[in-house]
């Protein structure tokens, strides 16, 4: 079977992750998620380590300290080790899903070009899941997460009774400060600002942009997604 690249992309709460993992979890493409990659690496490697890209300098240590206060990551650092795993599911074989990535121009510039390299601009396939930016805050301001692992479980009429992670079993609160209504509001600007110009890239690419309806049921979206990677 050809290998595919599946690109989720949308606004904070268009249920990127939850469809990506369900999609994963039907065909066993790989999702990759890249708050674990940048997790692995700071676990991996010696806080002395220095990585030299484009002539600059990018300290593991130092970056394990932007993740903990809740800065950004340097877009160079977080690029090159995107790569290198993208390099090394290509090796294996793996199709994947990206949930989170590419966030910005710089990381599509660079992230695009080595896709279609490897697995060919024909078996890309980027789908914007639309919302409307009201469904965007109360989805994100009603999100509830594990206690466990983490797990977002984001709101739809679906999970909305949940009291337990439907995957693990841990009960299920509220996340602080990150999901305040003023907090998602600078998120939904930054998106427009930073994230969602990397449109222009993959129409600039050769990338059929398709779109889902997100605002639909978990299932009628995953079955709108299915039909686009046919
Ligand atoms: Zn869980």
């Not at 950004?72 to 390099?87: R, T, Y």
């Not at 990150?178 to 994230?195: H, S, W």
């Not at 990338?207 to 997100?214: C, F, K, R, S």
């Amino acid at each position: 079977m050809q290998k595919q690249v599946i690109i989720l992309f949308g606004q904070p709460g268009a249920g990127k992750g939850t469809q990506a993992d369900l999609l994963s979890d039907k065909t066993g493409y790989y999702h990759f998620e890249s708050s674990k990659i940048l997790e692995a690496c700071f676990k991996n490697e010696k806080p002395e380590k220095v990585f030299e890209i484009d002539g600059q300098t990018y300290k593991v240590g130092d970056e394990i300290k932007r993740w903990e206060t809740g800065l950004l990551n340097s877009p160079p650092f977080v690029v090159s080790l995107f790569i290198e795993k993208i390099k090394d599911l290509a090796r294996e074989d793996e199709s994947i899903i990206f949930s989170g990535s590419p966030r910005t121009i710089y990381e599509a510039q660079k992230e695009i070009p080595l896709l279609k390299d490897l697995y060919g601009v024909e078996n890309i396939k980027f789908i914007l899941l639309e919302v409307s930016p009201e469904t965007t805050i109360f989805r994100n301001s009603h999100r509830k997460i594990c206690e466990l692992m983490r797990h977002s479980i984001l709101f739809s009429p679906e999970t909305e009774n949940l009291t337990k992670c439907p995957l693990d079993g841990s009960n299920l609160v509220k996340r602080k400060g990150l999901d305040d209504v003023e907090t998602i509001k600078k998120r939904l600007e930054v998106f427009k600002e930073q994230t969602f110009p990397v449109i222009e890239v993959i129409k600039e690419q050769g990338l059929h942009l398709n779109t889902v309806n997100g605002e639909q049921t978990i299932a009628d979206v995953h079955k709108n997604i299915v039909e686009v990677i046919k």
